[in-house]
């Protein structure tokens, strides 16, 4: 620009000399001089501007793609100045833009191929609650294979069935059983996150089907079983066995027959612990078929009230229940058991009856405790899988087969705040005074 300047003021001088040459003086001279060489820097300025304008226009249109996230866009460099190092510079940003955008592309077809392939039902809700995200086994566990994406979730959750859909509407994870398309149950595991995505709150949903997993489990264990039991049968029958012929050794000396007491003493212990092994497992594996009638809720809490203290949470249902009492006083047992083990004694265990609109029953036994990790409760319904160093395992399995056994689930969750829910939900009764509430499940 100083060189167009110089330009210019060096024209002028020289017209000016020229228009004296020819006669004009004073300022008409100056002025004609002064005009052509205005017009000489206009057209030097255009000449020399034009390149740097059409630069810095590419320059904007590139910026520009970037913002419609297009890093395609390169300019040519040719320029060896300042301007030249500029558009170099953003050639530079534009590659590392794309091969980035490319790597993250990438991973997202991964991540999505992942998900697709995963046998867990995956469902991700943005704060709207709506499905922004559901792999095809979410929606073949939802909507027969239909798209989830973009539609409420509470309208998915309408047509689920009601253990399941009491789960997915709580605040934490848990496990509820259904029946399959092939009227077989089928066990799920809820594991519930929540997480920023684009700086808002979404919550991820993954239900992992453990039938089959539970049933593999259970082959294990049983193996697992039978090498305990035989493990701990020679324990007791060989010292048994021994004594047995130390006893006989005795009789036949009679002048020792003072020392027969503690031997048989010893056999009555060992053969009482065998006992007391036994019936833990032949409890599980002997359970009779219920015979329901009509029961007093009153009357039936009476018995579990005398083991352990516990709060009635609201007030109970005006009909009587219709299930086999002793077989369900056995599972409210055990499941007070485990609250009070799981809560101590100064935290209040709660028990509630309800019954629902379709005349099914629920009934809930909730607790303060410490609650459940997610391995526990994956596991919890295994026979003889126990956390505690004297469990024998078959408390909460025990409960399990008695409810199913009256057509019923049982279902666990942790409890907002803190705490364990265990769920008993008993179908609609045969009595007449069952018969009332419309509905069925």
């Known amino acids: 620009m100083a060189a167009i300047a110089v330009s210019g ?27 052509v060489a205005l017009v000489v820097v206009l057209v030097l300025a255009r000449a020399f501007l034009r390149p740097l304008t059409r630069t810095l226009r590419g320059l904007s249109d590139g910026i520009r793609s970037f913002q419609d996230r297009d890093f395609s866009v390169r300019l040519a460099a040719a320029r060896e100045d300042e301007l030249g190092e500029l558009l170099r510079l953003y050639n530079r940003v534009g590659e590392i833009l794309q091969d980035e955008r490319a790597q993250i592309r990438q991973r997202e077809l991964l991540l999505e191929t992942a998900l697709d ?8 809700v943005n704060p709207l609650d ?12 939802f909507l027969g294979g239909a798209r989830l994406a973009g539609l409420g979730f509470n309208e998915i959750l309408a047509g689920c069935p009601d253990e399941m859909r009491s789960v997915l509407e709580g605040a934490t994870d848990g496990l509820f059983t259904v029946e399959s398309t ?47 039991i035989s493990h701990e049968l020679n324990n007791s029958l060989a010292p048994i066995s021994s004594l047995a012929h ?5 009789v036949r000396a009679t002048a020792d027959a003072v020392r027969l007491q503690p031997i048989f003493a010893s056999i009555k212990e060992r053969v009482e612990h065998l006992t007391r092994f036994l019936e ?47 077989q369900l006083e056995q599972v409210l047992i055990n499941l007070l058991k485990n609250a009070v083990e799981a809560s101590g004694s100064v935290s209040v265990i709660e028990v509630e009856i309800l019954r629902l609109p379709d005349g099914s029953t629920r009934i809930q036994v909730l607790d303060r405790g410490r609650g459940m ?20 395992g078959v408390g909460l399995p025990l409960c399990r087969e008695i409810v199913e056994a009256h057509g019923g689930t049982l279902r666990l969750q942790n409890r907002p705040g803190g705490g364990t829910v265990v769920s008993v939900w008993l179908p609609r009764g045969q009595t007449p005074a069952c018969d009332n509430p419309a509905g069925s499940r």
């Not at 017209?15 to 001279?29: E, K, N, S």
């Open 9 to 35: 003021i060096l024209v002028q001088l020289v017209l000016t000399r020229v228009a004296r040459a020819a006669g004009l003086d004073g300022w008409p001279a100056e002025l004609a001089a002064a005009g």
């Open 117 to 124: 392939r995963s046998p867990a039902a995956i469902v991700l």
């Open 130 to 141: 709506r499905v922004i995200y559901a792999n095809p086994e979410a929606r073949q566990l």
């Open 182 to 228: 092939g009227g077989e149950p089928e066990t799920y595991h809820l594991a519930r996150r929540s997480f920023l995505l684009n700086r808002r709150a979404h919550t991820l949903l993954l239900l992992r089907r453990l039938t089959a997993e539970l049933s593999r489990r259970e082959v294990a264990i049983w193996k697992k079983v039978i090498r305990v």
């Open 246 to 250: 130390s006893g006989n050794t005795i």
């Open 280 to 326: 833990g497992y032949a409890r599980y594996a002997r359970l009779p078929s219920p015979r329901p009638q009509t029961v007093d809720w009153s009357g039936w809490l009476a018995g579990p009230r005398k083991l352990y203290a516990f709060e009635v949470a609201s007030e109970l249902p005006s009909t009587p229940g219709w299930f086999d009492p002793v």
């Open 373 to 392: 990790s997610e391995d526990v409760m994956r596991q919890a319904l295994l026979p003889f899988y126990s956390t505690k160093q004297a469990g024998g």
